[in-house]
Structure formats: structure tokens, C-alpha cells
């Protein structure tokens, strides 16, 4: 019989048995035997197995849940206040599980994110180097129809939006610089708002990356 030992910390710590038959290693001892060890290197292995497995059953969840591996957002601005705060975190289903559901075409009784209307989370332009905006989904244009009272046509199919805040936010992002004169196209549209978590997503907003 041939015994390979590991040494940790100085000391051999476990040993994987292999038999000169061919047979197979105990593998049931060698793993009792791993998740016994006290040896630094040994702990430090099995507690990044833990972290991975968590993440692995997160993001499986979520996916199922949310359609994405990665639901959620921070909060970066005050746009959506007092309904959203700059570090919350914001749960997303995505566009493809689900639907918009306007500010102007919502029942009395929907109401999301304590007014009617959906949220949505939209690429400005279509650009996929800038960051995402979250605002609330106010009405859908058609191209040929004035994007708001007596103002210029649409030029395609798509949205208009507006963060709820009322003293940064009064006008639609469409008369403003965050997508001057252009409707959100639904392929813009990463996904709608659901859920929210306060302030939680602060330590991630201090992160340089």
C-alpha cells in the first residue's frame, strides 16, 4: 500500500491512501479527513468552498426567481427619492420574465415603489458603457407622436421616464440630458424593479471598482 502524506504548518496532516491493485483511494476517509483538519492552509480551503457554494446557490436562486445571476443594483443618485435612497439595493427581474406596466396604463391599485407605475432599470441610448438608469416608466409613445404636450415628435417607439424625486426631477428624462429626446426602446430596457433593500448597498458604492 502507498501512502501520500500532505504536510501543512510543518506536520503531515492527512494521508491519501493508494492501493498498488489500482483500486480506488478511500476517498470517504480523505474527505472525513478534510473537513477535520485544523491546518491553516486545510481550513482556509474549505472556507472558500463554503463562500463558493453560497454564491453558486444565491445566484441559482436569483436566476430562477429574477431571471438574472446578478439581480440587484445600488442606488447611486437621489433621483428616486424619497421612494429609493442613494445606497439601497434594488432587486431586477428581468425585461424577459415580465412586462411594463406604465404610470399611465396602472390600475388605481398597482403601485410599486409606493406609486403607480413600474420602475425600470434602461441602458440611456442604448449605450452599454454607461450606467444604467433607474427611473419610473410614466407612459409609452409611439413614432410620430409628440412625446409630451405640444412637444417634438418621437422618433421611434419607447418610453418616457422620470425619477420621482420632484425638486431634482420635474421634468421627463427625455427633456433632460439623461436621454434628451429620446423614447426608451424596449430592447434598452434591462428589467423592472421589484424589491428593495435601505442602505445596504453603501459599502458598495465606496468601492473604487
Not at 463554503?50 to 441559482?60: D, E, K, P, Y
Not at 431634482?168 to 440630458?177: A, E, H, L, V
Request: proline share 5%; glycine share 8%.
Amino acid at each position: 500500500m502507498l501512502c501520500s502524506y500532505i504536510v501543512v504548518m510543518g506536520r503531515k496532516d492527512y494521508c491519501i491512501i493508494l492501493k498498488e491493485s489500482g483500486e480506488k483511494m478511500d476517498l470517504k476517509k480523505t474527505i472525513r479527513n478534510f473537513q477535520e483538519s485544523d491546518g491553516f492552509f486545510i481550513s482556509f480551503a474549505r472556507d472558500l468552498i463554503s463562500v463558493a457554494t453560497a454564491v453558486l446557490i444565491f445566484s441559482i436562486i436569483s436566476y430562477l426567481i429574477f431571471g438574472m445571476w446578478t439581480p440587484m443594483v445600488a442606488v447611486e443618485s437621489g433621483s428616486m427619492e424619497p421612494h429609493m435612497n442613494i445606497g439601497d439595493i434594488v432587486f431586477i427581474q428581468n425585461i424577459e420574465r415580465t412586462s411594463v406596466i406604465t404610470k399611465a396604463d396602472a390600475p388605481s391599485d398597482y403601485v410599486s415603489f409606493k406609486d403607480n407605475g413600474d420602475v425600470i432599470l434602461y441602458r440611456p441610448y442604448g449605450r452599454a458603457d454607461v450606467t444604467p438608469i433607474i427611473h419610473r416608466a410614466m407612459y409609452f409613445v409611439q413614432a410620430g407622436e409628440p412625446m409630451w404636450e405640444g412637444g417634438p415628435l418621437a422618433p421611434h417607439d419607447g418610453y418616457i421616464t422620470k425619477g420621482d424625486n420632484e425638486k431634482t426631477n420635474r421634468i421627463y428624462d427625455q427633456q433632460g440630458q439623461i436621454s434628451y429626446l429620446t423614447p426608451v426602446k424596449e430592447e434598452w430596457i434591462i428589467g423592472v424593479a421589484r424589491y428593495r433593500i435601505p442602505y445596504i448597498g453603501k459599502i458598495r458604492l465606496m468601492l473604487p471598482f
